[in-house]
């Protein structure tokens, strides 16, 4: 974990001063959730960037209910872990489910799963492709997927790795 109590107090001066909004942190690795969480619960940070998907799951326990009830803001990093949960599936997904949503790739029903959670602010889906750009984001226009549903991508996702 970087070097946090070095680097808090400089930018918390500069908070204080009005040269900077807010105060991030990004947490990679589910060891550093505890501290992170104590941050939030101190009031020091005020947003927060994770790996968050289908099947990585972690921050479910601790960070999101935290986030939640201190009004801490969540970016989600990975939501498609990569590209991997699109391009290394052994075969194709069922999207028959989701179609009646709009739901036209598995990359959107990643996506609107991510978005599904309230308790997120927005999720960046890295690619490469720039035709990618508007499938992505029509993810962020489906709403709110039902749990049926969530519960299929899910077990779509486990089923197809």
Known sequence: MIDWE???PTLEALKDEGKIGIIGVT???YEAYPVIVELMKAGRI???QIPYNVIER???AEILPA???LGVGIL???PLKKGRYVKELKSEPDLAPLAELGIETWAQALLAWVLSDSRLSSAIPATSRPERIHENAKAGSIGP???ELRDHVRQETERLL
């Open 6 to 8: 070095t680097h808090l």
């Open 27 to 29: 947490a990679m690795v």
């Open 46 to 48: 005020d947003a927060m």
């Open 58 to 60: 972690g921050c479910e």
């Open 67 to 69: 986030a939640e009830e």
């Open 76 to 78: 989600v990093m990975e």
């Open 145 to 147: 997927l039902p749990p």
